[in-house]
Every structure is written in structure tokens, then in C-alpha cells.
């Protein structure tokens, strides 16, 4: 009987252990994939960006800011976005945003007072 349990108990030592390293692998593999996540959606929005599919853009940007919400070129981008769009008062709560989570961005101040005070046509994007 005691042999039995024994084996009983290292057979569930063993199955824990690989479950433990079925576990890690998963993990790694999943932060892997965030990881690539991120850039690949990042690389497409720029992508439709570059070639005026503003609409595109924002939409990749808007679930990419879903996950990433204190991205401040998320924002940015989605600001620009709406500039081409003519929606500047979107653009204005985007860039607003960004200043609620760093207010010493000079370039985000300053592109708000030019908004603001109607001088502005359309700015480049900005690419990491």
C-alpha cells in the first residue's frame, strides 16, 4: 500500500512539474506575441497613415489604445488622424489626453494653441 501512494505521489510530482513548464512556456510565448502585437499594429496604422487612409489608421490606432492607453504616440498619431479628418475637436481631446499624462510635452502645447487659434493646416505624423 505504501509503495502505491508513493508512486501515486511522484506521479503527481511529475505531472505539477510539467504543467509548471507548460505554464512558463505559455507565458513567454504569450508576452512574445504581445510584444509583437503592439509593433505589427503599430507598423500597419502608420502604413495606412503614410498614404492618407486616415480612417484606416484611426481604427488600428483606436484598439491599439485600448491596450495601451497611456501610449502617447497612440494618441498623437490618433490626433493627426483627426486633424485629416477635419474632427478637430477629437483631435484637441487626443492631444488634451496626452497632456493629462506628461503637461510638459512643448509639442503638444504648442500644436493645441495652434489649433486653438486656427493656424494650422496639417502636420506630419510621428513615427517612433
Known sequence: MLDSVKKIIYKLQNLLILLFRK??????DSK?????????????????LRRGNFSD?????????????????????RA????????????????????????????IQDLLSEINNNNIILYNFKEE
Open 23 to 28: 505554464i512558463v512556456e505559455f507565458a513567454c
Open 32 to 48: 512574445q506575441k504581445i510584444d509583437n502585437l503592439y509593433k505589427t499594429n503599430y507598423d500597419i496604422a502608420m502604413f495606412h
Open 57 to 77: 489608421a484611426n481604427l488600428r490606432l483606436k484598439i491599439m489604445e485600448k491596450f495601451y492607453p497611456n501610449d502617447i504616440n497612440i494618441k498623437y498619431n
Open 80 to 107: 493627426i488622424c483627426f486633424l485629416a479628418m477635419n474632427k478637430k475637436n477629437k483631435a484637441i481631446k487626443k492631444l488634451e489626453e496626452i497632456l493629462k499624462i506628461n503637461p510638459e510635452i512643448k509639442e
